[in-house]
């Protein structure tokens, strides 16, 4: 769905983003993190043609961008950083006038309101009145952006921060209706710097640093099981004698125990008394892929409360 | 996507509030007029102006006199101005491209919502102003208006005075006279008309400037000021005869031609050059604006 190749866009001496061979396949669940200033909305802009590239190539839903961005644009929904109206106009006024400056009718003018109220109602502003969108809350906004991003139901969601200003209802709103959409085939790539919300949503990630891409793959294959159990018990002491030489490190009555097995290493701790409280296979966070994988810039990660 | 820029300027309060202050100076000026029954004596003060209280049903002519140097084209270069970079600073830009909606076909449609927004204003001029001048100046006299102020710096008319039947033609002369060929109705709105599209036509020299400067900056009130700015360098050079030789090609320089149109016959020539000149501006400028926009990234 997206391919690019050594990707560059230099702005003066600053180079935003350097070399980026992105892929980003249909179907995809696609989260390309990074802290802020690592280039990921320079890359989001330059898919959809607003920024031209320095040097490499980009290809959009099979066709070469911007040559033919005119082409793939009215399949591509998208929020570019924060969402943005006309403030005077009411949500659904921004919506038709938004739908209407797009290429082709799109049908009569029965068809397009019908468009623009199914959008609003995927992301909950159904019941909105006539009030301008300069009295909007900030969760309204960003959920009005969402809805332009929808009205012309796109097989391709480009996201930038798409749950911004969201409340923890409303992030979960978000995700349930990006879920949903890409169950019905449409392929999303959003970008983030909340962790939290990629491991809940993503399929696949990427991570930019510094502008370069320093990881992609999909996301169950890096949360593959680390060959570690985590043991929380009553009876360390008994736990560490009876698992000899497995312990990997105690942390009062957490145990780190080498083993593939937490099923035989169950049976074994029950057979010996020891009371198990958890047993639980060690997968890594994506918070530690991450930090892996990053500089020493990375601490500008936010990890929401 | 013209119809959608129309959309957004007649749904925004700052297109009336503006038009509302260009019909509001004739109004003011009218009131003054009306009250103290003193109009500039002829060859002096506004075009027409002094001719109001015999003859309100030319203050229309008076209007668009007034409103020429300085309302309409800071209304314009606002509008215009702020066409691109108001949407850029505003964030409503790159969703509108990526709608997506080309960016040749912005521009042209801004174009045409500035060109519309000047009609408004010069058509909302001349219909407040007529009503104005026929309720609250001078009783009119109908058809017989003789009308043709001379040259640059035009007097007025003075109804059945004598003089030349050819002096109209004279620019410079101050005080004119044609009673042997008075306007009919029917000419006085076929000459209103040119005026009121010599007027527009005016204004896109202004509108062509700004717009190149609002794909330049990010800011729309620097784009405004800054073809305020070369409208200003243009007015104070037209006066200056140290720069005879650049005149021609200023954007100000016809501004005052449509002045020839209540000659008798009109004259042309001035006519002419101010549209050519115009037409040259709109050119240049959007063929400037369409090259830096086109390939200009949008980061904001």
């Known amino acids: 769905m997206i391919t690019t190749q050594d990707l560059t866009k230099r702005f003066g001496h600053v180079e935003a983003v350097r070399d980026v061979s992105l892929d980003v396949r249909e179907g995809d669940r696609y989260g390309l993190l990074g802290p802020n200033g690592s280039g990921k909305s320079t890359l989001v802009r330059m898919l959809l043609g607003l920024v031209y590239a320095t040097s490499g190539s980009i290809s959009v839903l099979g066709e070469p961008v911007p040559r033919h961005v005119g082409r793939v644009l009215p399949e591509i929904g998208a929020l570019i950083e924060e969402p943005a109206a006309y403030p005077h106009l009411s949500g659904r006024a921004n919506l038709r006038l938004l739908d209407a400056a797009g290429p082709g009718s799109g049908g009569g003018r029965r068809t397009r309101r019908r468009r623009v109220d199914a959008a609003l109602e995927q992301v909950g502003l159904a019941g909105i009145d006539r009030r301008p969108v300069r009295a909007y809350s900030l969760g309204m906004r960003q959920r009005l952006g969402l809805a332009a991003a929808l009205v012309r139901r796109p097989r391709l969601l480009i996201l930038d921060e798409p749950t911004n200003g969201l409340d923890p209802r409303g992030i979960r709103d978000i995700r349930d209706l990006l879920t949903g959409l890409n169950a019905e085939g449409v392929t999303v790539f959003l970008s983030s710097h909340l962790l939290p919300e990629v491991s809940a949503l993503c399929t696949r990630i990427g991570v930019l640093d510094s502008g370069k891409l320093v990881l992609q793959e999909q996301l169950a294959s890096l949360q593959e099981p680390t060959g570690r159990v985590l043991i929380s018990t009553d009876d360390p002491e008994r736990a560490v004698a009876t698992l000899d030489g497995l312990v990997e490190r105690r942390d009062g009555a957490d145990l780190v125990v080498r083993s593939t097995d937490p099923a035989a290493l169950n049976a074994r701790l029950v057979a010996a008394g020891v009371p198990v409280r958890s047993l639980a296979v060690q997968r890594r966070s994506l918070e530690e892929i991450v930090l892996d994988v990053t500089s020493a810039g990375s601490d500008q990660f936010g990890v929401p409360a | ?300």
Not at chain 2, 22 to 34: K, Q
Not at chain 2, 202 to 228: D, R
Not at chain 2, 280 to 293: G, H, I, K
Request: hydrophobic residues 55%; glycine residues 8%; proline residues 6%.
């Open chain 2, 1 to 300: 996507m013209i119809a959608v820029e129309l959309f957004k300027l007649v749904r925004r309060l700052r297109t009336w509030i503006s038009i509302g202050l260009i019909c509001a100076l004739p109004l003011v000026v009218a009131i003054f007029i009306a009250v103290t029954h003193l109009a500039p004596p002829p060859g002096q003060g506004s075009a027409f102006l002094s001719a109001v209280l015999d003859e309100g049903q030319l203050y229309p002519a008076a209007a668009l006199a007034l409103v020429l140097p300085v309302f309409l084209p800071v209304a314009v270069a606002v509008v215009a101005g702020d066409s691109i970079a108001g949407e850029a600073s505003a964030g409503t830009l790159r969703y509108l491209l990526a709608r997506p909606v080309g960016r040749t076909k912005l521009l042209v449609a801004k174009l045409v919502a500035v060109i519309t927004f000047a009609v408004l204003a010069v058509v909302a001029v001349t219909v407040t102003s007529y009503a104005t001048g026929v309720l609250i100046l001078g009783p009119s006299r109908a058809a017989a208006v003789g009308t043709t102020p001379g040259g640059l710096a035009p007097g007025s008319i003075a109804p059945g005075a004598g003089g030349s039947p050819t002096a109209g033609l004279q620019p410079g002369a101050a005080i004119t006279s044609l009673s042997g060929t008075p306007l009919t109705t029917l000419q006085l709105i076929e000459r209103v008309l040119g005026a009121m599209s010599f007027i527009t036509v005016s204004m896109l020299g202004v509108a062509a400037i700004a717009l190149f400067l609002s794909t330049l900056t990010n800011s729309a009130i620097g784009a405004a000021l800054g073809s305020l700015a070369a409208l200003v360098v243009s007015e104070i050079l037209v006066t200056l005869n140290a720069a005879t030789a650049v005149q021609p090609y200023l954007p100000t320089r016809y501004w005052l031609a449509w002045i020839d149109f209540f000659r008798q016959p009109i004259l042309w020539r001035d006519i002419q050059r101010g549209f050519a000149i115009q037409a040259v501006y709109v050119v240049v400028f959007l063929a400037a604006a369409w090259a830096n926009f086109a390939t200009r990234d949008v980061t904001t």
